[in-house]
Protein backbone atom coordinates (compact mmCIF):
# COMPACT_ATOMS: atom_id res chain seq x y z
CA UNK A 1 0.00 0.00 0.00
CA UNK A 2 1.19 3.37 0.13
CA UNK A 3 2.10 5.41 3.17
CA UNK A 4 4.33 8.29 3.86
CA UNK A 5 6.08 8.81 7.30
CA UNK A 6 7.72 11.95 8.59
CA UNK A 7 9.94 12.85 11.52
CA UNK A 8 7.39 13.69 14.52
CA UNK A 9 7.81 17.37 15.67
CA UNK A 10 7.60 19.73 17.18
CA UNK A 11 10.67 21.22 15.53
CA UNK A 12 11.92 24.31 17.00
CA UNK A 13 15.00 26.41 15.77
CA UNK A 14 16.63 29.73 16.04
CA UNK A 15 16.67 31.88 12.89
CA UNK A 16 18.90 31.56 10.28
CA UNK A 17 19.70 27.53 11.63
CA UNK A 18 19.63 24.84 9.36
CA UNK A 19 16.02 22.55 8.50
CA UNK A 20 15.87 19.15 7.94
CA UNK A 21 12.29 17.55 8.05
CA UNK A 22 12.92 13.70 7.25
CA UNK A 23 10.10 11.87 5.37
CA UNK A 24 10.02 8.34 3.59
CA UNK A 25 7.44 6.86 1.97
CA UNK A 26 5.86 3.36 0.55
CA UNK A 27 4.38 3.46 -2.99
CA UNK A 28 2.92 0.96 -5.43
CA UNK A 29 3.77 2.48 -8.81
CA UNK A 30 5.99 5.04 -9.76
CA UNK A 31 4.61 7.79 -7.23
CA UNK A 32 5.62 11.55 -7.25
CA UNK A 33 6.13 13.38 -3.99
CA UNK A 34 4.89 16.67 -2.60
CA UNK A 35 5.56 18.83 0.25
CA UNK A 36 2.91 21.15 1.03
CA UNK A 37 2.88 23.60 3.66
CA UNK A 38 0.60 25.59 6.06
CA UNK A 39 0.92 28.49 7.66
CA UNK A 40 -1.06 29.91 11.21
CA UNK A 41 -4.58 30.09 10.17
CA UNK A 42 -4.19 29.23 6.87
CA UNK A 43 -5.15 26.33 3.81
CA UNK A 44 -2.74 24.18 2.13
CA UNK A 45 -0.32 24.96 0.51
CA UNK A 46 2.24 23.06 -2.32
CA UNK A 47 5.39 24.14 -1.40
CA UNK A 48 7.72 22.22 -4.23
CA UNK A 49 7.14 18.38 -6.20
CA UNK A 50 9.50 15.92 -7.55
CA UNK A 51 7.92 13.74 -10.03
CA UNK A 52 10.50 11.32 -10.72
CA UNK A 53 13.51 9.81 -8.97
CA UNK A 54 16.60 11.87 -8.88
CA UNK A 55 14.31 15.22 -9.53
CA UNK A 56 15.34 18.20 -7.34
CA UNK A 57 12.12 20.31 -6.01
CA UNK A 58 12.84 23.57 -4.64
CA UNK A 59 10.45 26.38 -4.17
CA UNK A 60 11.65 29.90 -1.30
CA UNK A 61 14.67 28.52 -0.49
CA UNK A 62 13.26 25.10 0.39
CA UNK A 63 14.76 21.95 -1.89
CA UNK A 64 14.12 17.77 -1.51
CA UNK A 65 15.37 15.46 -3.60
CA UNK A 66 13.49 12.56 -4.49
CA UNK A 67 15.39 9.50 -3.45
CA UNK A 68 14.15 6.15 -5.30
CA UNK A 69 16.61 4.19 -3.41
CA UNK A 70 16.09 5.07 0.25
CA UNK A 71 12.42 5.93 -0.67
CA UNK A 72 12.59 9.45 1.03
CA UNK A 73 12.47 12.91 0.02
CA UNK A 74 13.35 15.07 3.14
CA UNK A 75 12.97 19.02 2.98
CA UNK A 76 15.79 21.24 3.46
CA UNK A 77 16.50 24.70 3.62
CA UNK A 78 19.65 26.71 4.59
CA UNK A 79 18.88 29.61 6.58
CA UNK A 80 15.26 29.59 8.28
CA UNK A 81 13.58 32.56 8.81
CA UNK A 82 10.25 33.41 11.82
CA UNK A 83 8.14 33.46 8.57
CA UNK A 84 9.04 29.74 7.55
CA UNK A 85 6.89 28.79 11.14
CA UNK A 86 4.43 26.28 9.82
CA UNK A 87 2.98 22.48 9.47
CA UNK A 88 4.68 20.64 6.73
CA UNK A 89 3.25 17.71 5.34
CA UNK A 90 5.01 15.54 2.96
CA UNK A 91 2.66 13.82 0.60
CA UNK A 92 2.79 10.94 -2.31
CA UNK A 93 0.53 10.56 -5.05
CA UNK A 94 0.89 6.56 -6.81
CA UNK A 95 -0.32 7.64 -9.93
CA UNK A 96 -2.79 5.41 -10.20
CA UNK A 97 -6.40 5.15 -10.10
CA UNK A 98 -7.51 8.76 -8.70
CA UNK A 99 -3.83 9.78 -7.94
CA UNK A 100 -5.03 11.10 -4.23
CA UNK A 101 -2.53 12.28 -1.82
CA UNK A 102 -1.33 10.29 0.98
CA UNK A 103 -0.03 12.48 3.55
CA UNK A 104 2.47 12.49 6.40
CA UNK A 105 1.33 13.52 10.07
CA UNK A 106 2.59 16.73 9.50
CA UNK A 107 5.67 18.21 11.07
CA UNK A 108 5.37 21.76 13.26
CA UNK A 109 8.51 24.22 12.89
CA UNK A 110 8.54 27.22 14.58
CA UNK A 111 11.37 29.51 14.71
CA UNK A 112 12.15 32.00 17.26
CA UNK A 113 14.08 34.81 16.74
CA UNK B 1 -6.50 34.29 -10.47
CA UNK B 2 -8.94 33.23 -8.08
CA UNK B 3 -7.95 29.79 -6.53
CA UNK B 4 -9.78 27.19 -4.90
CA UNK B 5 -13.08 28.62 -2.59
CA UNK B 6 -15.04 26.75 0.10
CA UNK B 7 -18.48 27.55 1.79
CA UNK B 8 -19.26 27.99 4.34
CA UNK B 9 -15.75 28.81 6.03
CA UNK B 10 -17.45 27.43 9.58
CA UNK B 11 -20.42 25.31 10.26
CA UNK B 12 -21.54 24.26 13.65
CA UNK B 13 -24.43 21.65 13.69
CA UNK B 14 -26.43 19.08 15.59
CA UNK B 15 -26.07 15.52 15.42
CA UNK B 16 -28.67 13.91 13.45
CA UNK B 17 -29.13 16.99 10.62
CA UNK B 18 -27.53 17.03 7.48
CA UNK B 19 -25.05 19.42 5.82
CA UNK B 20 -23.80 20.38 2.60
CA UNK B 21 -20.38 21.57 2.20
CA UNK B 22 -19.51 23.69 -1.40
CA UNK B 23 -16.43 24.18 -3.47
CA UNK B 24 -15.69 26.17 -6.34
CA UNK B 25 -12.88 24.59 -8.12
CA UNK B 26 -10.00 26.52 -10.02
CA UNK B 27 -11.17 27.65 -13.32
CA UNK B 28 -10.33 25.15 -15.96
CA UNK B 29 -9.29 22.60 -13.21
CA UNK B 30 -10.74 19.06 -14.51
CA UNK B 31 -9.76 17.29 -11.26
CA UNK B 32 -11.31 18.32 -8.11
CA UNK B 33 -10.70 16.03 -4.65
CA UNK B 34 -12.29 16.40 -0.78
CA UNK B 35 -10.49 16.00 1.93
CA UNK B 36 -10.87 15.77 5.55
CA UNK B 37 -8.71 16.72 7.71
CA UNK B 38 -9.04 16.04 12.13
CA UNK B 39 -6.80 15.15 14.86
CA UNK B 40 -7.69 11.64 14.82
CA UNK B 41 -7.07 10.53 11.80
CA UNK B 42 -4.73 13.20 9.78
CA UNK B 43 -5.50 13.92 6.59
CA UNK B 44 -7.64 11.45 4.65
CA UNK B 45 -9.00 11.19 0.77
CA UNK B 46 -13.04 10.73 0.50
CA UNK B 47 -13.64 11.05 -3.59
CA UNK B 48 -12.44 12.24 -6.54
CA UNK B 49 -13.59 13.71 -9.72
CA UNK B 50 -12.11 13.38 -12.96
CA UNK B 51 -13.70 15.46 -15.87
CA UNK B 52 -17.00 13.60 -16.91
CA UNK B 53 -15.90 10.16 -15.50
CA UNK B 54 -17.39 8.22 -12.96
CA UNK B 55 -16.54 9.73 -9.49
CA UNK B 56 -13.95 7.25 -7.50
CA UNK B 57 -15.36 6.93 -4.04
CA UNK B 58 -12.95 4.81 -2.71
CA UNK B 59 -12.43 6.96 0.77
CA UNK B 60 -16.05 7.85 1.70
CA UNK B 61 -16.11 6.46 5.40
CA UNK B 62 -19.74 5.55 5.20
CA UNK B 63 -23.10 5.60 3.16
CA UNK B 64 -23.81 8.87 4.58
CA UNK B 65 -21.69 10.75 2.56
CA UNK B 66 -21.87 11.54 -1.12
CA UNK B 67 -20.54 14.16 -3.07
CA UNK B 68 -21.86 15.37 -6.58
CA UNK B 69 -19.79 17.82 -9.29
CA UNK B 70 -22.31 19.51 -11.60
CA UNK B 71 -21.50 20.86 -15.18
CA UNK B 72 -17.46 19.73 -14.44
CA UNK B 73 -17.12 22.52 -11.73
CA UNK B 74 -19.16 23.52 -8.42
CA UNK B 75 -18.68 19.91 -5.95
CA UNK B 76 -20.98 19.53 -3.12
CA UNK B 77 -20.28 17.42 -0.24
CA UNK B 78 -23.21 16.09 1.08
CA UNK B 79 -22.68 14.55 5.16
CA UNK B 80 -26.52 12.87 6.35
CA UNK B 81 -27.56 12.39 9.71
CA UNK B 82 -24.07 13.85 11.23
CA UNK B 83 -22.15 11.85 14.05
CA UNK B 84 -19.67 13.69 16.41
CA UNK B 85 -17.09 11.98 14.71
CA UNK B 86 -17.86 13.75 11.86
CA UNK B 87 -16.50 16.50 13.16
CA UNK B 88 -13.24 17.79 10.75
CA UNK B 89 -12.18 20.59 8.38
CA UNK B 90 -13.11 19.13 5.40
CA UNK B 91 -11.09 20.42 2.34
CA UNK B 92 -11.49 20.47 -1.60
CA UNK B 93 -8.12 20.56 -4.05
CA UNK B 94 -8.46 21.28 -7.71
CA UNK B 95 -5.82 20.06 -10.03
CA UNK B 96 -5.33 20.51 -14.46
CA UNK B 97 -5.53 17.39 -14.68
CA UNK B 98 -5.92 13.33 -13.74
CA UNK B 99 -2.08 12.98 -13.44
CA UNK B 100 -0.85 12.87 -10.33
CA UNK B 101 2.11 14.73 -11.01
CA UNK B 102 0.38 17.99 -11.47
CA UNK B 103 0.23 18.68 -7.66
CA UNK B 104 -3.27 19.52 -6.04
CA UNK B 105 -4.07 23.41 -4.74
CA UNK B 106 -6.21 23.74 -1.30
CA UNK B 107 -8.92 25.49 -0.52
CA UNK B 108 -9.37 27.17 2.67
CA UNK B 109 -11.78 23.80 4.40
CA UNK B 110 -14.72 24.31 6.05
CA UNK B 111 -14.54 23.25 10.01
CA UNK B 112 -17.57 21.02 10.34
CA UNK B 113 -18.34 20.86 14.36
CA UNK B 114 -21.25 18.47 15.27
CA UNK B 115 -22.55 18.90 18.67
Known amino acids: GNSVTQMEGPVTLSEEAFLTINCTYTATGYPSLFWYVQYPGEGLQLLLK?????DKGSNKGFEATYRKETTSFHLEKGSVQVSDSAVYFC????????????FGTGTRLTVIP | GAGVSQSPSNKVTEKGKDVELRCDPISGHTALYWYRQSLGQGLEFLIY????????KSGLPSDRFSAERTGGSVSTLTIQRTQQEDSAVYLC?????????????FGPGTRLTVT
Open chain 2, 93 to 105: ASSPGGSGGWGQY
Open chain 1, 91 to 102: ALSDGNGANNLF
Open chain 1, 50 to 54: ATKAD
Open chain 2, 49 to 56: FQGNSAPD
